[in-house]
């Protein structure tokens, strides 16, 4: 199983400021036949379901600021806040799908300082 | 505009069955593969199965050969039988579409005598 692994767990931060949460996989997430590197970012606000914020490393999802982006590459991925906002707040999660069994990090909570 | 409603979930004594229901709209639901997450108290996501357009089935070591995924393209509904369950399968059980790009509210099942 690909073993996926977050940093910091915990991240105060103050609006306006950046923000990023490091990933990082036990093996490498790129697709060889295609190019792809499946690495997707998620934020769970408090008492609601998970929402897909980056898929496919870096692609926005539907409706997402573009002050969210994801970046890396291989086995290491960042998710960039370029300034944080109230309602950024939450636990963040990086889940891989490039192979079964599919696997998330352990989550960084964010909150305002 | 996708919508995923689950039902099913409540209390279960350890060792009984439950089944899951995922009632889906807004979206073409024979052209995608579907997905269910679980979420216990306080915890992280984890995937629990997966079954593609052709029903091919997966399922995360924790389930196999207690939880069965099926779909009825026909009523638009992804299920999830859950058999022999356990204490540690309390949760909140989330039906998640294809690529994990949408995701219902969840319904809660609780193994408990």
């Known amino acids: 199983d690909i073993v996926m692994t977050q940093t910091p767990l915990s991240l105060p931060v103050t609006p306006g400021e950046p923000a990023s949460i490091s990933c990082r996989s036990s093996?490498?997430?790129?697709?060889?036949?295609?190019?792809?590197?499946?690495l997707d970012w998620y934020l769970q606000k408090p008492g609601q379901s998970p929402q897909l914020l980056i898929y496919?490393?870096?692609y926005r999802a539907s409706g997402v600021p573009d002050r969210f982006s994801g970046s890396g590459s291989g086995t290491d991925f960042t998710l960039n806040i370029s300034r944080v906002e109230a309602e950024d707040v939450g636990l963040y999660y990086c889940?891989?799908?490039?192979?079964?069994?599919?696997?998330f990090g352990p989550g960084t909570k964010v909150d305002i300082k | 505009e996708v919508r995923l409603v689950e039902s099913g979930g409540g209390l279960v004594k350890p060792g009984g069955s439950l089944r899951l229901s995922c009632a889906a709209s807004?979206?073409?639901?024979?052209?995608?593969?579907m997905n269910w997450v679980r979420q216990a108290p306080g915890k992280g996501l984890e995937w629990v199965s997966s079954?593609?357009?052709?029903?091919?089935?997966y399922y995360a070591d924790s389930g196999k050969g207690r939880f069965t995924i099926s779909r009825d393209n026909a009523k638009n509904s992804l299920y999830l039988q859950m058999n022999s369950l356990r204490g540690e399968d309390t949760a909140l059980y989330y039906c998640?579409?294809?690529?994990?790009?949408?995701w219902g509210q969840g319904t809660l099942v609780t193994v408990s005598s």
């Open positions: 998640v579409r294809g690529a994990f790009d949408s």
């Open positions: 807004g979206f073409a639901f024979n052209d995608y593969t």
């Open positions: 079954i593609g357009k052709s029903g091919y089935m």
């Open positions: 093996q490498s997430l790129l697709d060889s036949d295609n190019g792809n590197t499946y």
């Open positions: 496919t490393l870096s």
């Open positions: 889940m891989q799908r490039l192979d079964f069994p599919v696997t």
